[in-house]
């Protein structure tokens, strides 16, 4: 075991994943830089520039030149450095990479998978903060894993990349090191379509995901020192969404609040309240509160922490679910 944030465990799953020749990481200044993050820090160094490719500015062209390599038979990573950023490449995504499998009935897959560092916190704005994952999770063909925390970040890659379809893996950008905690050296994986209860509580549920989980948990303990028991679900991954897990608290609890920092409508919360409501109608005793970004462009540096949702959000809709 050894302390790492998200950003070294992402590291060590990509290294154990180049030991295999049919692995290939390629995107923009992955290579020379290591990463915008430094999440690929060494590992031209390591397994060489033929492995390890700096790509020109050209998110088509990258996910475009992916394809090919996954069809053949590779397993190629390839990062877009920004989500913003990966809305060039989204044709080839929705239009090939999703749909091979289906358009040649089962004779070619595409096992790719396409690293997205997502979300707000560091200032950056627009292009470099957004989080609009509700449009990789409505393309049929994708699966969409959003990792938390660093011992599920490298569990969830490696199966991500062992995984014989591609996978959207988004990485919240303030969480590559908000927090290190042990993750295991040797090699591992962690289920796709799996949620985590990270705290059991009887009196309302929490969901939440990628970032949003820091203030998720922080919102959990406040309320337990104010006497309100929450269960706090990390949903991992949003394609399979883990839906018996969700069912199951909620009709134990009887009331849910939906966390993202994504802009509210048609955010992945409405998704959540939806199955709900199907799933869980009768159980419920309060409607579903969604906490979530607002439905404007990020903002600049100054205003980003009114944008995104803080503890005292979180705090004040579950008060709201516990008084109706």
């Given amino acids: 075991m050894t302390e790492r944030t998200m950003a070294q465990a992402l590291n060590a799953a990509l290294s154990d994943a180049l030991?295999?020749?049919?692995?290939v990481l390629l995107g923009e200044d992955v290579g020379m830089t290591g990463g915008v993050f430094r999440?690929?820090?060494?590992?031209?160094?390591?397994?060489?520039?033929?492995?390890?490719?700096?790509?020109?500015?050209?998110?088509s062209g990258i996910i475009g030149a992916a394809f090919g390599m996954a069809v053949a038979g590779m397993r190629p990573i390839a990062e877009?450095?920004?989500?913003?950023?990966?809305?060039?490449?989204?044709?080839?995504?929705?239009?090939?990479?999703?749909?091979?499998?289906?358009?040649?009935?089962?004779r070619f897959t595409a096992p790719l998978?396409?690293?997205?560092?997502?979300?707000?916190?560091?200032?950056?704005?627009?292009?470099?903060?957004?989080?609009?994952?509700?449009?990789?999770?409505?393309?049929?063909?994708?699966?969409?894993?959003?990792?938390?925390?660093?011992i599920d970040a490298k569990g969830l890659l490696a199966s991500a990349i062992a995984d014989?379809?591609?996978?959207?893996?988004?990485?919240?950008?303030?969480?590559?090191?908000?927090?290190?905690?042990?993750?295991?050296?040797?090699?591992?994986?962690?289920?796709?379509?799996?949620?985590?209860?990270e705290r059991t509580g009887s009196d309302v549920t929490l969901i939440a995901y990628g970032a949003m989980m820091k203030e998720t948990r922080q919102a959990a303990e406040l309320l337990g020192a104010n006497g309100v028991d929450a269960e706090?679900?990390?949903?991992?991954?949003?394609?399979?969404?883990?839906?018996?897990?969700?069912?199951?608290?909620?009709?134990n609890t009887g009331r849910a609040v939906v966390i993202h920092e994504a802009p509210r409508t048609t955010g992945f919360g409405a998704e959540i309240a939806a199955?709900?409501?199907?799933k869980a109608l009768y159980s419920l005793k309060a409607p579903v509160e969604r906490v979530t970004g607002w439905d404007v462009v990020v903002p600049l540096r100054r205003a980003e922490k009114h944008y995104t949702p803080g503890v005292d959000r979180i705090v004040n809709a579950t008060m709201r679910t516990m008084e109706s």
């Fill in 232 to 251: 706090v679900i990390d949903l991992r991954t949003l394609v399979p969404l883990d839906v018996e897990t969700i069912v199951a608290s909620v009709q």
């Fill in 164 to 197: 014989p379809d591609p996978v959207i893996f988004l990485e919240p950008i303030r969480a590559y090191r908000a927090i290190k905690e042990d993750v295991p050296d040797a090699p591992y994986l962690t289920p796709i379509g799996v949620a985590s209860i």
């Fill in 39 to 59: 999440v690929t820090d060494g590992l031209r160094e390591t397994f060489g520039g033929d492995r390890v490719i700096d790509t020109p500015v050209a998110e």
């Fill in 80 to 106: 877009l450095q920004f989500m913003g950023f990966s809305y060039p490449g989204y044709d080839q995504i929705v239009n090939h990479v999703s749909r091979i499998r289906n358009r040649s009935r089962h």
């Fill in 113 to 150: 998978v396409i690293r997205i560092p997502y979300g707000g916190g560091i200032g950056a704005a627009e292009h470099h903060s957004e989080s609009f994952e509700t449009i990789y999770t409505h393309v049929p063909g994708l699966k969409v894993v959003v990792p938390s925390r660093p």
């Fill in 275 to 278: 199955l709900i409501g199907e």
């Fill in 19 to 23: 030991a295999d020749p049919s692995v």
